[in-house]
């Protein structure tokens, strides 16, 4: 019983724990139930999800791929195929990175910086993106990471979505833009620039800089056309490694090369691929071979073609059509900008060179000295053309030789100038044709159709310089000589302009008369000098006979005269009783003659030289000859003597006294005075004489007539003499109100 009894309550209390399991599994039955269609729904949503992606995500021209949380691919699109990345299959469990850049290990790689700083925000919900131009892939992309939500919830759903584009179009239509608004920008500045400066440098550099911002390039270059060749007027990016930016110069004979020239005549850029292999490439000043590719465009107003805009690239093949399209644009708007710059330059140049020339005509005509004249017109000549050196040589008619006369060198140079030198014009045929023709010639050292000979290069050439300019000196028909102008310049410079050679031409003729004047001058010079040579040896030889004859009338003549007036006396004393009163009456006068003979031929030898001149000196002489001078002719006779305790020089002393024996007699005879004034002074290095009368006066300028022939003569006598000594004599004088001698001679 007891027994039964314990079982049963043991059944009991089973059935009670079965019936709470059944309780238990009846609630969980009711509690799984929305869990099972939460589920349902979920597996609803990824199907509609994936039916989604394979409808959608495989028709996008972007590559998407579902990423899981460990940053693993799930699904990719076909865009992976589309860009040769490899199989939709074969993507499964593979990285993006991989799948982007199979195998990369560089640590740069934009994508590992990228992914580190993303993949953590995508886990928690924060989106993010990149651009960058792939290597691997050769486009811009666009990366997207952007976290895959229930949108309806707004919860994650544990995966992100990566997506890559191709926006290379875009780039490039965004490059395309910036450059068509660089170009619209730098054709405003280049417009600008016509009316902002008509300074031709300033514009220069203008349009440089600008060109930089049109055509992507490594060096520069605006050439301007002059006289058929193309000159470089400004460039940058040309200087050598570690050098200091220079301007790059040189000449192009546009004729000499088929791509220039059909710039200038068609009007059409020109593209160069790769200068390395182009027979019609204009070689450089140096070695330049890192520029592989070329574009350039002509600057045209209207249908003339002025210069050349050219650009220059490291690589081949780095220009194309869109390059000189755009070139060409912003070269149309330059070209104005140039022409309103060099009309103004020229404008300016014309008025410099007037001015020059107006400056070198007054320079050279307020002067007759010739070497003055010569210097003066080779350096203005060198510095207004630029040249380096400028020689002048002149002709000399008679024996056919040229002499260098001036010489100037812009800078040191290491050469021989040469002046003084004379050559033989039939040794320079350049020359000679120069002057037989009156013809202006340019000389090349490496044309050779202008052979230079040993004597011309010596001329007109020196070492290192390539080219002269030779100018004919004329007046007239007349040939006075050649002006050489030479200019060093490497490679192909052609220094010597029309322009410049109109300039030194205009140089030459206005300096050409000065030069003949001067030429004239020295020649009236030298035969003044050859005058005054011979006239001082006149007066010395005169002054010689002087001095001879007066010597002989007073111990020859005076001697004999006396003894006749001695012998005369004696006959009259011892024949007294026997002559008749007739005889003693002509004895007696013969006597007096003698004695009157006598005393005139004593007169004479002392107006001929005073032996007191070279015994007593110029003082005691001169103070001699006034006293009697005022005793004869009753004029009122001041004589002051200052500084001169020491005698003078024989040669001074005597000319000293014949200027003053020669005034006063000319005031004797001339002036009507009854007063002189004559003062005689040493001063430091000359020896002055001053004579002034009160007489009537003349007018010095209207002197003429008679009154030349004797008062002339004697004021040429004066002025000769002094003149000998190389010293100085002046007349003032007015009607009415004197005269005043004044000579000074150096002592």
Request: hydrophobic share 40%.
């Amino acid at each position: 019983m007891d027994y039964s009894k314990m079982k049963k309550a043991q059944l009991i209390e089973e059935i009670e724990a079965l019936q709470e399991k059944i309780a238990g599994l009846e609630r969980a039955q009711a509690e799984r139930g929305p869990a099972e269609e939460e589920l349902k729904e979920l597996l609803k949503k990824i199907e509609q999800a994936k039916q989604e992606w394979e409808s959608t995500a495989d028709s996008l021209p972007d590559l998407v791929c579902l990423v899981d949380d460990r940053g693993c691919i799930i699904r990719a699109n076909r865009t992976v195929e589309t860009w040769n990345l490899g199989r939709v299959v074969d993507v499964k469990g593979r990285r993006v990175h991989e799948l982007l850049h199979p195998g990369c290990v560089d640590s740069s790689c934009y994508l590992d910086s990228f992914w580190e700083g993303t993949w953590e925000e995508a886990l928690r919900g924060q989106p993010a993106q990149c651009e960058a131009y792939d290597e691997f892939l050769k486009r811009h992309v666009l990366v997207q990471v952007e976290p895959w939500k229930d949108w309806g919830k707004g919860t994650a759903l544990g995966s992100t979505v990566v997506v890559v584009r191709d926006i290379t179009e875009r780039k490039r239509a965004e490059e395309e833009l910036r450059r068509e608004r660089d170009l619209a920008e730098a054709l405003e500045e280049a417009a600008a620039a016509v009316s902002s400066t008509l300074d031709l440098d300033e514009v220069l550099d203008h349009i440089l800089e600008q060109a930089e911002r049109v055509v992507a390039g490594d060096a520069f270059s605006i050439i301007l056309i002059e006289d058929d060749v193309g000159r470089v007027a400004r460039s940058r990016g040309y200087e050598l490694p570690g050098e200091e930016i220079q301007p790059l110069r040189f000449d192009i004979p546009i004729a000499k090369y088929s791509k220039v020239m059909k710039m200038a005549r068609t009007g059409k850029p020109v593209i160069v691929p790769d200068t390395s292999v182009d027979p019609d490439w204009v070689p450089a000043a140096r070695d330049q071979g890192w520029r592989r590719s070329y574009v350039g465009v002509p600057i045209q107003l209207g249908d003339v073609t002025v210069g050349f805009l050219s650009v220059s690239g490291t690589g081949p093949g780095q220009f194309g059509p869109e390059d000189a399209r755009r070139m060409q644009a912003f070269a149309s708007h330059a070209a104005i900008a140039i022409e309103n710059a060099r009309l103004f330059e020229g404008v300016q140049q014309k008025s410099e060179e007037l001015a020059l020339l107006l400056d070198m005509a007054t320079t050279v005509s307020s002067t007759l000295e010739l070497d003055y004249i010569l210097r003066t017109l080779a350096e203005k000549m060198t510095t207004s053309v630029g040249a380096t050196f400028c020689r002048i040589a002149l002709l000399n008619e008679v024996n056919q030789t040229l002499t260098i006369a001036a010489v100037f060198a812009a800078h040191d140079l290491d050469w021989d100038p040469g002046l003084g030198r004379q050559y033989a014009l039939a040794d320079a045929s350049w020359h000679r044709q120069v002057i037989e023709r009156g013809e202006i010639m340019i000389l090349r050292q490496d044309d050779p159709s202008k052979a230079v000979s040993e004597t011309e290069c010596r001329i007109a050439l020196s070492e290192g310089i390539q080219s002269a300019l030779l100018i004919p000196l004329m007046v007239g028909d007349r040939t006075l000589g050649v002006v050489s102008l030479g200019e060093m310049r490497s490679w192909q410079r052609i220094p010597f302009t029309a322009d410049r050679v109109r300039l030194c031409q205009a140089m030459a003729n206005a300096t050409a008369v000065a030069i003949e004047k001067a030429q004239l001058l020295d020649a009236i010079t030298k035969h003044r000098r050859d005058l005054q040579r011979l006239s001082a040896q006149l007066i010395n030889a005169q002054e010689a006979e002087r001095r001879r004859i007066s010597r002989e009338l007073h111990d020859e003549v005076g001697q004999a005269l006396t003894m006749i007036s001695i012998n005369l006396a004696a006959i009259e004393k011892e024949l007294l009783s026997e002559l008749s009163p007739m005889a003693r009456e002509r004895l007696a006068e013969t006597g007096a003659l003698a004695d009157q003979t006598l005393e005139q031929i004593r007169e004479l030898s002392l107006d001929l030289r005073p032996t007191m001149l070279d015994d007593l000196g110029l003082i005691s002489t001169l103070r001699w000859y006034m006293n009697r001078y005022a005793k004869r002719l009753n004029i009122e006779v001041k004589f002051e003597a200052i500084e001169l305790e020491e005698r003078l020089p024989a040669d001074i002393e005597t000319v000293l006294y014949r200027a003053v024996q020669e005034a006063l007699t000319n005031v004797a005879r001339h002036t009507q005075a009854n007063r002189v004034n004559v003062r005689l002074e040493r001063k430091v290095s000359t020896v002055v004489v001053f004579i002034e009368d009160n007489g009537q006066g003349f007018d010095v300028e209207k002197l003429a007539g008679r009154e030349v022939l004797e008062r002339g003569v004697g004021l040429l006598g004066i002025r000769e003499r002094v003149a000998s000594l190389g010293g100085s004599f002046s007349i003032q004088s007015r009607p009415g109100q004197g005269t005043r001698l004044t000579i000074e001679i150096p002592s």
